[in-house]
């Protein structure tokens, strides 16, 4: 069964700096793996989804990478600013049925 | 984009009455429809999956006969939560895919409270 782990679970940094979100899976045969900003009380919002075939997809100051011999993913914030604010989720989808399983994410503060 | 409309966005029920949440995908048909549950300061876990005009797939540890599941057509999905308690409080969100497609789009959740 997969498992979904994100690294760190809080961080907090200045504005304008560039920062990096961790994810981690236990099964390669990863179906897509996206990533979701989740802002307090609120839904979810997809920012970048990568397939199995890919590496990396970028939007904006939003870098994502895939790497599935290791089980990694990373999304990389380029220029942070205050209304970066919120929880990032990683979730990976299974080849099967296609359903996400969630990691527990990272709560994310960018300092004005 | 794919569009998907859950509702209510919030409600507030006594305990052991039930409660029905929709969840409308928009502009596309959905084959698949996921439910997810986020308890506080915790990550989503799927509560089960749904097929339409079939029954849905419960995961372990997840009440069938208390949350009952019905994707009677291609663009509507609803949960009903019955005889709900104040444990079930909870935030519920769907999310919908077609079957050539590999993302899955999701509502914009439901904040259950029982009081």
């Known amino acids: 069964k997969q498992e979904v782990t994100q690294i760190p679970a809080a961080l907090s940094v200045p504005e304008g700096e560039n920062l990096v979100l961790n994810c981690s899976f236990t099964d390669s045969a990863i179906y897509n793996l996206q990533w979701f900003r989740q802002d307090p009380g609120k839904g979810l919002t997809s920012l970048l989804l990568i397939q199995s075939s890919q590496r990396e997809q970028t939007s904006g100051r939003l870098n994502a990478s895939l790497d599935k011999s290791s089980g990694r993913s990373t999304l990389y914030i380029a220029a942070s600013q205050p209304g970066d604010s919120a929880t990032y989720l990683c979730?990976?989808?299974?080849?099967?049925?296609?359903?996400?399983?969630f990691g527990s994410g990272t709560r994310l503060q960018v300092q004005p | 984009g794919a569009v998907v409309s859950q509702h209510p966005s919030w409600v507030i029920c006594k305990s052991g009455t039930s409660v029905k949440i929709e969840c409308r995908s928009l502009d596309f048909q959905a084959t698949t429809m996921f439910w997810y549950r986020q308890f506080p300061k915790q990550s989503l876990m799927l509560m089960a999956t749904s097929n339409e005009g079939s029954k849905a797939t419960y995961e372990q540890g997840v009440e069938k006969d208390k949350f009952l599941i019905n994707h009677a057509s291609l663009t509507l999905s609803t949960l009903t939560v019955t005889s709900a308690h104040p444990e079930d409080s909870s935030f519920y969100i769907c999310?919908?895919?077609?079957?050539?497609?590999?993302?899955?789009?999701f509502g914009q959740g439901t904040r259950l409270t029982v009081v």
């Open positions: 979730a990976g989808g299974d080849t099967g049925r296609r359903a996400l399983t």
């Open positions: 999310s919908a895919r077609v079957k050539q497609k590999t993302e899955a789009f």
